[in-house]
Structures are given as structure tokens and as C-alpha cells.
């Protein structure tokens, strides 16, 4: 096969007819999100006629005041996107809406179940798209409304709890009512394309695998920046923040991803077997650490692309000590990657929009090319997960032509955007594809959400007990000076790009 060939295999993996229930389908990831994932999926094919597609939430509503929602919601959080009014109308066909509180226990979900009741022996999918203290009870409830049918499945949507406590009350009650092989807790991060091929990357080149290790990585850099800020999240932001907004789920589950033996093959429990070994390999941040090697931050106002942008107290409309940035060093105790640190980081309001894997490698054993040739910088491998999704080999090279040694640091470059001319799909599209078609691979475990949890429980109780205040930065900014000084110890840089 030549290169750019388009992979003869790929096509659209059917799916069985299902039947999906949204709770929360008024919020905004389910109208941002994943309504729209539905009607993508539904564009190209995949979703089967006689599939339902159920909003559920508290606001009485007509049904077509419901698809009138979902349609104005779609055109504004889409307003390039090419869009045909027929197929749209043809989507709408399988919306339906029922406003109940799922929450409480004397609702009447006759309506749900009448909906639902010829689909009997269909996949059915019950997605909450709720906050996290509503899983328990909104489960039980299914169960006593008689829908949890055989082939149900339950979507979680992170964050599974605020802390190790509360995950594993809300793990037990859900699994009073749902086999474990039948909830899918979804970190949307596994479904994004870029995300994916950090394994077809690792384990399907033989060049990389001989060097994945602490003989020659010097250390790992884990980026995720956003120009976003709180916004009209901010109630719920306030109550997160960084740490659990976005280390405790997407954050490692990269880091797990780089940094994980090879699995026996790509089955769910194989990979995620994996995965936890990683989780359970960090290293405890104690109090002593926190204070050397994690730094929070909060923006001030600023400017985002030439334009003025609030503080996050004053989106909040409060004081707050809420870290809209983190950035941490974490390390891995095992064999592999002993004495190899981890940089994590990751804010909202920064400089740009920016999410990427640095694997650094150690420098040469000796320089031999004179002095004045130029620096000798460190081979860097950068995987670009958004945007411009990508891989950069960073090697050091000599200047063509006459005037003696000059060496230049250049990529060897995939960019995705040249390569593949597909348009893939959105990792929401992906994930709700991969629950029916019941592939666990791409959702967290119960003890993998657990493992993450008790790695963050320590920073947090570490924070608190040492009072680490959050240092302001200027949103569209790189962070807090500190962010840089906790590297700049190592003697090492963040890699900002090239
Ligand atoms: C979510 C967080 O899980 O991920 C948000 O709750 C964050 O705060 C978002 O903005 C980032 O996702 P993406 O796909 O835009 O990188």
C-alpha cells in the first residue's frame, strides 16, 4: 500500500437498531454534544431506522418544542457546519421527549416506558448526562420502573464523583442495579481519532519500543490547554477545578496510555489491566512533594486572541480559591520509567488552544559537531492530539549547502489534515457508536476510575493541609510563573511548539 492510500477496509461499522434515553437532554453537553454526535452518526448512515431517540428531563415540554430546541441549539453550536433541512426533518422523526424528574422516586415514568415498550428486546441505552449524585438514584429508579431490560447498558458521564469516597458510593449503587459489563464510563478523551493512535503509534512501529522506556526518554510533557474559560459552567467549575475537571480523568488516562506495557492484544480488559498498573505506579504526592512539585493557578483578565476576556472571579461573580490550572510532576515507580518524570498540565483562559504529548529524549552521549554549528537540541517526538492532529519527529539536521557546519532543528512531520482526507468523526459520535456496539475498550472501569481517584485524593488532601493558594495568571497566557519555575528546577523547559 502505497502512503496516504486510503486503508481498503475502512467503512461504517454497522450498528444494531437501539434505542436511547438522554436524562438531562435540556443541559448542555447533551444538546452541545451529544444530539448532535446522533444526527453526524445519523447523516453518515449509521443509525438504523426504528432507533428512538428519547430526551429526557425535569421541563415539561412538548415534543416539538423539543426538536425545536435541538434544532436552534444544533445551528447555533454549529453554524458552519453544512446542513440540510430534509435530512434534518428526517432525523427528527426518531426525537421524542418526556419531562419527569428521574431523580425522584415517586415519578411517573409511564410515559418512558410506554415509549420504550415495543422496543423490548432492542439495545437500549440510558445516557446521564447529569451531575454525578443523581447516578445512584436515577439507577434505582430505572430498575423500578422495570427498564433495566437484558440488553441495557448505563453511560456515565465524568465526573464519577468529587473524590475516592464519593466514586465508590456512586460505583456501589449503580451496581446494585447494572452488571459492571454494562456500564460505560466515559472519558471522551479514548474517543478522540488522535487519542486512538497512541497505541497504533507504540505498538504497531518496532521503532519506538526499543527507546519507550527510562534508557533514553529523558521525560514526558502532557499538555492540555484550552483558550476557553468557566463561562456559564462556573457554578459547577467552582465546585471542580482542574485537578478533578481534567487530571483525574483525561490527563491520565494519556498518561496511562504512554506509559503502559504493551498489552497481550486490544481486548477492553487487557488494555485496561494495563492501564491500572500505571494508576497504581504513581507515585503518592505527599506534603512535602505538593509543594515542590504541583502548582494551581487561577486567571485574571486578560486577553484571548486580541479580545478581552474576564478574571474567573469575575465570570463567578466571587472570590474563589477554584485552580483553573494545574501543572504537576508526577512520577511513575516501576521499572520502566524510574526516575523518568511526568510534567502534567493543563488550564483554561491559556495562550492557545493546545493539547500534546512531548516524549523527550536524553541528549547524546558526547557533541561532536563544533562548537559554533549551533545547539545541539534534544530529539522530541510531539503528538499532536488538537488541534492540527499530528506527529512531529523533532531531529537535529545539517543546514544544506556551502558555509561550513550549521545544524537546524526540524520535524519530520504527519499532520493528519494532509494525510487523511476523511472527515472523522467527533469523539462523542465515536463513544455513544462504541456503547452499542458494546465495545468496553473505550470507557473506564470501575477500579481504573477508583485507581485515578485515590492518586488525586492525595494532591488534594495535600493542597488543603499545606494551604497551596492559587497563584493568578493573565488568561491567554502560559500559566502561572510557577508552572515554569517547577520545570525550570529540572533544568528542562516546557516544549511551547515549533
Ligand atoms: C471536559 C471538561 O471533560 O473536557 C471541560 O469538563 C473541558 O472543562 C473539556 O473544557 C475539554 O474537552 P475537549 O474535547 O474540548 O478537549
Not at 20 to 34: E, H, M, P, S
Not at 298 to 321: F, K, N, P, R
Not at 329 to 336: E, L, P, T
Not at 413 to 441: H, I, K, Q, W
Amino acid at each position: 500500500m502505497s502512503t496516504g492510500e486510503q486503508n481498503p477496509t475502512s467503512a461504517l461499522l454497522p450498528v444494531d437498531p437501539f434505542d436511547i434515553v438522554v436524562f438531562g437532554a435540556t443541559g448542555d453537553l447533551a444538546l452541545r454534544k451529544l444530539l448532535p454526535a446522533l444526527f453526524h452518526r445519523w447523516c453518515d448512515g449509521q443509525i438504523p431506522s426504528g432507533c428512538k431517540i428519547i430526551g429526557a428531563a425535569r421541563a415539561s415540554m412538548a415534543r416539538d418544542a423539543f426538536i425545536t430546541l435541538v434544532h436552534d441549539s444544533y445551528r447555533g453550536f454549529f453554524p458552519k457546519e453544512e446542513f440540510d433541512e430534509q435530512q434534518w426533518a428526517a432525523f427528527a422523526e426518531h426525537l421524542e421527549y418526556c419531562g419527569f424528574d428521574a431523580g425522584d422516586e415517586n415519578a411517573d415514568w409511564s410515559d418512558l416506558a410506554d415509549l420504550l415498550a415495543p422496543g423490548i428486546d432492542k439495545i437500549r441505552l440510558f445516557y446521564l448526562a447529569l451531575p454525578p449524585g443523581l447516578f445512584g438514584p436515577v439507577s434505582t429508579n430505572i430498575a423500578k420502573a422495570g427498564l433495566n431490560s437484558a440488553k441495557s447498558r448505563l453511560v456515565l458521564e465524568k465526573p464519577i464523583g468529587r473524590d475516592l469516597a464519593s466514586a465508590h458510593q456512586i460505583n456501589a449503587a449503580v451496581g446494585k442495579v447494572f452488571d459492571e459489563r454494562a456500564i460505560f464510563r466515559i472519558d471522551h478523551y479514548l474517543g478522540k481519532e488522535s487519542v486512538q493512535n497512541l497505541l497504533i503509534l507504540r505498538f504497531t512501529n518496532s521503532l519506538f519500543e526499543p527507546v519507550w522506556n527510562a534508557n533514553a526518554v529523558d521525560h514526558v510533557q502532557i499538555t492540555v490547554g484550552e483558550t476557553v474559560g468557566a463561562g456559564n459552567r462556573a457554578s459547577y467549575y467552582d465546585k471542580s477545578g482542574a485537578l478533578r475537571d481534567m487530571v483525574q480523568n483525561h490527563i491520565l488516562q494519556l498518561l496511562c496510555l504512554v506509559a503502559m506495557e504493551p498489552p497481550n492484544d486490544f481486548g477492553a480488559d487487557t488494555v485496561r489491566d494495563e492501564k491500572i498498573k500505571v494508576l497504581k505506579a504513581l507515585r503518592p504526592m505527599t506534603n512535602a512533594m505538593a509543594q515542590k512539585e504541583t502548582v494551581r493557578g487561577q486567571y485574571t483578565a486578560g486577553a484571548i486572541d486580541g479580545e478581552a476576556v474576564d478574571g474567573y472571579a469575575d465570570e463567578l461573580g466571587a472570590a474563589s480559591d477554584t485552580e483553573t490550572f494545574t501543572a504537576i510532576k508526577a512520577h511513575i515507580d516501576n521499572w520502566r520509567w524510574s526516575g523518568v518524570p511526568f510534567y502534567l498540565r493543563t488550564g483554561k483562559r491559556m495562550a492557545a488552544r493546545r493539547s500534546e504529548i512531548v516524549i523527550q529524549f536524553k541528549r547524546v552521549a558526547h557533541a561532536l559537531t563544533p562548537a559554533g554549528a549551533g545547539h545541539l537540541h534534544p530529539t522530541r517526538l510531539v503528538i499532536r492530539l488538537q488541534p492540527d492532529e499530528g506527529v512531529k519527529l523533532l531531529l537535529m539536521t545539517k543546514d544544506p549547502g556551502p558555509g561550513g557546519m550549521r545544524l537546524r532543528y526540524v520535524p519530520l512531520n504527519l499532520s493528519y489534515a494532509d494525510t487523511f482526507s476523511a472527515r472523522y468523526p467527533d469523539a462523542y459520535e465515536r463513544v455513544l457508536m462504541a456503547v452499542v456496539r458494546n465495545d468496553l475498550g473505550l470507557f473506564m472501569r470501575r477500579d481504573e476510575v477508583e485507581a485515578a481517584w485515590s492518586w488525586i485524593d492525595n494532591i488534594l488532601g495535600a493542597w488543603k493541609s499545606g494551604n497551596i493558594a492559587c497563584q493568578p495568571y493573565q488568561a491567554g497566557t502560559d500559566g502561572p510563573t510557577q508552572a515554569a519555575m517547577l520545570i525550570d528546577r529540572d533544568d528542562k523547559e516546557w516544549f511551547d511548539g515549533m
